[in-house]
């Protein structure tokens, strides 16, 4: 699951599977974040609707 996690997220976003969803993100957040992927994860966390992934700001 580790190399498809990215794309499992977006595609539960998109068929609107929440409990997929949530693995994903625990799974994401966990294991796979790293220095090297950080932008991206922030990116992703924006566009699938996954705050424990992205930066809020206050504004």
């Given at each position: 699951?580790?190399?498809?996690?990215?794309?499992?997220?977006?595609?539960?976003?998109?068929?609107?599977?929440?409990?997929?969803?949530?693995l994903c993100v625990e799974?994401?957040?966990?294991?796979?974040?790293?220095?090297?992927?950080?932008?991206?994860?922030?990116?992703?966390?924006?566009?699938?609707?996954?705050?424990?992934?992205?930066?809020?700001?206050?504004?």
């Amino acid at each position: 699951m580790k190399q498809y996690v990215m794309h499992l997220l977006v595609l539960s976003h998109a068929f609107g599977v929440s409990s997929l969803k949530k693995l994903c993100v625990e799974k994401l957040e966990k294991e796979l974040l790293n220095l090297e992927n950080v932008v991206d994860l922030l990116q992703l966390g924006q566009l699938c609707d996954a705050p424990r992934l992205s930066l809020r700001d206050g504004r």
